[in-house]
Antibody
């Protein structure tokens, strides 16, 4: 069955770089796109970025200068790197995939990983 | 960037009541609109895609509709398991979530 699972450090110091991994199973990264969505504590959802089945990427315009998404198809893993972290980047980070039915919705989600930016 | 204005921000309703949540898009997004339910400590769950299509396994009391650039999620008979926070999402140009609606029991 389709599964996504995020992993990464729970605590990152300000100005440092965040590195997260999304490991997927039950589908191929060459057939489906994977997106990152984040949620600050007690707040709403924010789309972060995506890597498409062909390997191209799209980023939230507000984060683009600090963000990089890549993948290793042989390991079924997608990577998120965000530099110059600030306290406002503290959030739960989810990876998710595009719904087969089209129209850009997300059908399967990981459990999320909490990232705290603090010294 | 496309903005999604979701209302109300919070809603208190009784069991079996009809509940409606709306999202207003800042420009035409066609049917590139989906709805999600999120419960505390959990990931969002897809309810509606393509503005009106019910996702697999979602109870039929949930429905979506569109009138121009206004989109609505309707719960026909509120059940206790429907309590949570609801979000709309546009995917016409990049992706933008609405601010969320917290649904509570009266």
């Amino acid at each position: 069955q389709v599964q996504l699972k995020e992993s990464g450090p729970g605590l990152v110091q300000p100005s440092q770089t965040l590195s997260l991994t999304c490991t997927v199973s039950g589908f191929s990264l060459t057939s489906n796109s994977v997106h990152w969505v984040r949620q600050p504590p007690g707040k709403g959802l924010e789309w972060v970025g995506a890597i498409w089945s062909g390997g191209s990427t799209d980023y939230n315009s507000a984060l683009k200068s600090r963000l990089s998404i890549s993948r290793d198809t042989s390991k079924s893993q997608v990577f998120l790197k965000m530099n110059s972290l600030q306290t406002e980047d503290t959030a739960i980070y989810f990876c998710t995939r595009i719904h087969y039915g089209g129209y850009g919705g997300f059908d399967y989600w990981g459990q999320g990983v909490m990232v705290t930016v603090s010294s | 960037d496309i903005q999604m204005t979701q209302s109300p921000a919070s809603l208190s309703a009784s069991l079996e009541e009809i509940v409606t949540i709306t999202c207003q898009a800042s420009q035409d997004i066609g049917n590139w609109l989906s709805w999600y339910q999120q419960k505390p400590g959990k990931s969002p769950q897809l309810l509606i895609y393509g503005a009106t299509s019910l996702a697999d396994g979602v109870p039929s009391r949930f429905s979506g509709s569109r009138s121009g650039t206004q989109y609505s999620l309707k719960i026909s008979r509120l059940q206790v398991e429907d309590i949570g926070i609801y979000y709309c999402l546009q995917a016409y140009s990049a992706w933008t979530f609405g601010g969320g609606t917290k649904l509570e029991l009266k």
